[in-house]
């Protein structure tokens, strides 16, 4: 089925921030931890601060006007409306690349470098024809109402997407869920996309590696078991009952706050505190994305649909990987290498993390040029 494509403006009803606004006066708080740091969650008063800032200072028109500034759509591709910002750049020679966001993210996470990737200062450095969708059920994109919108599912329809754009061949670029999804665009081989890069790459970790693992191979094996000890609470309630979790979620903007301000804090590099990094605007805004949405839930079915069973297939196609150090897998080369069998770049980065493009966005762009610079479509 061909692919319709209409211009799309977010536009809210005033009543939406009136309700909000209620909402915020008659939040009801839990008790304080009983220890000191973040070990059980968002502090209650930085909780309180937040809050404080979104009912006296927080502009939420700011947001909306950064986003609207840039060309939106809706694209239907298999009966959903697919919302993407495309920003085309004014160079001639510039190469098309699409770029996806993951969980507790949205497109917001890329606002910072879209200039820097479309229009460079230098005129050797290679520029980009800029796609950027929100995920099935985030934000602005459509929520599934029936079971099957998965990873396999999405990577095919960004490849539908890049094509309908008259983007034949085409880079790809993800971390987090984008990771999950450019990896399988590579993994599918669809003959559109010729090249990818992921700041978050997944694979297996081989026998060699678990009995013998190099220093910066036995930190990334701990790191992954303390997330999967102590931080994926929120994943598996994600991957078993979104729908349960939602409820809550929609109906509390604090609660969905904290639900996702937890995981600024924990999965960047920001010394123990979010706003060493962020700004409370840029933490509020992502928060206000899902919750004017109402995507709490939606968001969350990602997992259910592809978490458990994540799609591991081989990629042979052109791959680059940008490893930041507070990310949450960091493999080495030669982990990599069991999953992604033409790594053309490589980089492991001594600052950034989770959220690489929002954390670090110059040196984001500049992983982004080097992976795919001298390359042809």
């Given amino acids: 089925m061909p692919v319709s494509i209409v211009p799309f403006h977010p536009v809210f009803d005033s009543a939406q921030i009136d309700d909000l606004k209620t909402r915020l006066a008659q939040t009801r708080f839990p008790e304080a931890a009983t220890v000191d740091d973040w070990s059980q969650g968002i502090p209650l008063g930085y909780v309180r601060e937040l809050l404080a800032y979104w009912q006296s200072d927080y502009d939420w028109s700011r947001s909306t006007d950064i986003l609207n500034q840039y060309p939106q759509y809706h694209a239907e591709i298999d009966g959903l409306p697919i919302h993407f910002l495309h920003v085309k750049s004014p160079r001639a020679d ?16 890329f606002i910072d ?10 005129p050797a450095e290679p520029a980009f024809h800029l796609v950027i969708p929100s995920l099935p059920g985030y934000a602005f994109s459509g929520k599934p109402t029936e079971a099957g919108w998965s990873v396999e599912k999405t990577a095919d329809a960004w490849d539908q997407l890049m094509r309908a754009l008259g983007y034949d061949r085409y880079f790809a670029q993800g971390g987090d869920w984008g990771a999950v999804v450019t990896a399988t665009i590579g993994a599918q081989n669809k003959g559109g996309c010729a090249a990818i890069h992921l700041n978050m790459p997944i694979a297996q970790p081989s026998a060699e590696v678990l009995a013998s693992p190099t220093p910066y191979e036995a930190q990334s094996l701990a790191r992954l078991k303390w997330y999967r000890s102590n931080d994926n609470g929120y994943a598996i309630m994600h991957a078993t009952r979104p729908q349960t979790l939602g409820y809550g979620l929609t109906d509390s903007p604090v609660g969905q706050l904290a639900w996702i301000v937890e995981k600024f804090q924990g999965w960047s590099d920001c010394a ?48 680059g990987c940008s490893l930041f150090p507070k990310e949450l897998f960091r493999p080495s080369r030669r982990w990599a290498e069991t999953r992604f069998s033409n790594i053309t770049y490589w980089n492991e980065l001594d600052k950034g993390g989770h959220f690489a493009a929002m954390e670090q966005p110059v040196l ?9 610079a001298g390359m042809t479509l």
Avoid at 364 to 372: A, D, L, N, P, V
């Fill in 272 to 319: 123990g505190h979010p706003e060493n990094v962020f700004s409370k605007d840029q933490l509020l805004d992502t928060v206000m994305l899902y919750w004017m949405t109402a995507s709490a839930a939606s968001s969350a079915r990602l997992y259910w649909q592809s978490y458990l069973q994540q799609n591991m297939d081989a990629v042979s196609i052109p791959t």
């Fill in 113 to 122: 470098v879209i200039e820097l990737l479309t229009n460079p200062f230098d």
């Fill in 94 to 109: 510039a190469l098309p690349l699409i770029m996806t966001h993951g969980w507790p993210g949205s497109v917001l996470e």
């Fill in 364 to 372: 984001f762009t500049q992983e982004i040029r080097r992976c795919f």
